[in-house]
């Protein structure tokens, strides 16, 4: 009996089995993993060749910044593009897990995407920032920025990028 009375002080600092927070690391293998859809695209001649893919063909050229027209799209755009479609779509899948209505209409939910090329092109060091705004009709903010966080999670381009691309976002509701 008194062995018992000696464990009560530690028994009672021991956190409730209900308190208990299941991990959150992910147990996907990216290696081994089955393919849910697969994309291809070829590049050819670097920053001012051409991208192509069975569903598109497209110039690529120098932004103006770097001493090009600004005519034809460039990396950071495609970039930019597929984060930004790729979160939304994370969005609508997350938003019922967390018992939230996205808007119905498609213009009234927005991700406006930007990708900016950073660092020093003499010394070869370079990477991305990302700025995202997204932009919701008819939500609480809590509810947006709720489903935004849980999104940074689950999108398969946030998850590629988490410590190596700085990604800023924020939320509006109108």
């Given amino acids: 009996m008194a062995s018992v009375r000696a464990f009560r002080p530690l028994l009672r600092t021991t956190p409730r089995l209900a308190t208990i927070t299941p991990p959150t690391k992910r147990f ?42 600004g005519a034809k799209t460039n990396p950071e755009e495609l970039f930019a593009a597929g984060y930004g479609a790729c979160f939304q779509g994370a969005m609508g899948a997350t938003a019922p897990t967390l018992g939230i209505k996205l808007p119905s209409k498609p213009e009234d939910c927005v991700v406006d995407c930007t990708a900016h090329l950073i660092g020093d092109l003499k010394q070869l060091d370079l990477g991305i920032r990302v700025d995202m705004h997204v932009w919701a009709k008819g939500m609480k903010k809590e509810d947006l920025q709720k489903l935004v966080d849980r999104t940074k999670e689950v999108c398969p381009y946030s998850v590629a990028t988490k410590g190596n691309v700085v990604t800023n976002v924020s939320v509006e509701v109108a």
């Fill in 28 to 69: 996907l293998n990216a290696a081994s993993a089955p393919a849910l859809a697969t994309s291809h695209a070829k590049a050819t001649g670097g920053r001012q060749g051409k991208v192509h893919s069975d569903h598109f063909d497209l110039e690529l050229g120098m932004p103006k910044s770097l001493g090009g027209d």
